[in-house]
């Protein structure tokens, strides 16, 4: 065995193991071995995976480990996952539109028709498997400042529902899914939301245990 070969291979067994180590249903991109090897040699191994079938390309220098389904057969990782990934590799900041955060958090059982994130970059679409594509659009930076915060799903969520729909009743759940870390979110970040939102963050962040004035 060439030295060229010894290199590829034991690369190539460090890629597989994270790969397999993640499992099905993660998207990935070069990037996310930096620590392993060079760019162009990780590059190489990843399209050599791909055409072995091992992982699958689902756009230019993006990656998946699909998975088996009882009934449909293989399935790929999904939008979210894929969207992940890019955002790992461009350092993005992601925000969840509002149908996505008002139904992760149990506020509506709308299902986003299309997978998008707010972004502080320009607004871009990414093709992924087939038809389907990941709507990156750009937010202000003060609704990109909640990016990754509890207070961020709830902002887009009730931005969703619009004020008119929003009541004591409707969140309770959610205020009882709370966690003492999302409430203190939800308090600190009080500025960078709309004053009509204000009273239903409070609403959210009272303490269970607390009367009610």
Request: no cysteine.
């Amino acid at each position: 065995m060439t030295k060229g070969n010894s290199t590829y291979g034991h690369l190539s067994g460090k890629l597989l193991r994270r790969i397999r180590a993640k499992g099905a249903g993660w998207a990935f991109t070069p990037s996310d071995f930096a620590d392993l090897g060079d760019p162009r040699s990780v590059g190489m191994v990843l399209t050599r995976l791909s055409r072995k079938g091992t992982i699958r390309r689902v756009q230019r220098g993006v990656y998946e480990v699909p998975g088996q389904h009882p009934i449909i057969g293989i399935v790929g990782a999904g939008a979210d996952s894929v969207a992940q990934a890019i955002a790992r590799r461009d350092a993005l900041k992601l925000l969840p539109s509002g149908a996505h955060a008002a139904n992760v958090l149990g506020l509506s059982t709308q299902v986003s028709a299309k997978t998008a994130y707010g972004i502080a970059g320009h607004s871009r679409v990414q093709p992924v498997a087939g038809k389907a594509q990941i709507v990156f659009r750009h937010r202000s930076p003060k609704a990109m400042a909640l990016a990754g915060r509890a207070s961020g799903w709830v902002a887009e969520a009730l931005r969703n529902l619009g004020r008119a729909h929003i009541t004591t009743d409707r969140l309770r759940p959610l205020r009882d899914r709370l966690g003492a870390k999302e409430k203190k979110q939800l308090l600190d970040d009080l500025r960078y939301v709309p004053a009509w939102m204000r009273p239903h963050f409070n609403e959210l962040a009272r303490d269970d245990s607390a009367p009610v004035s």
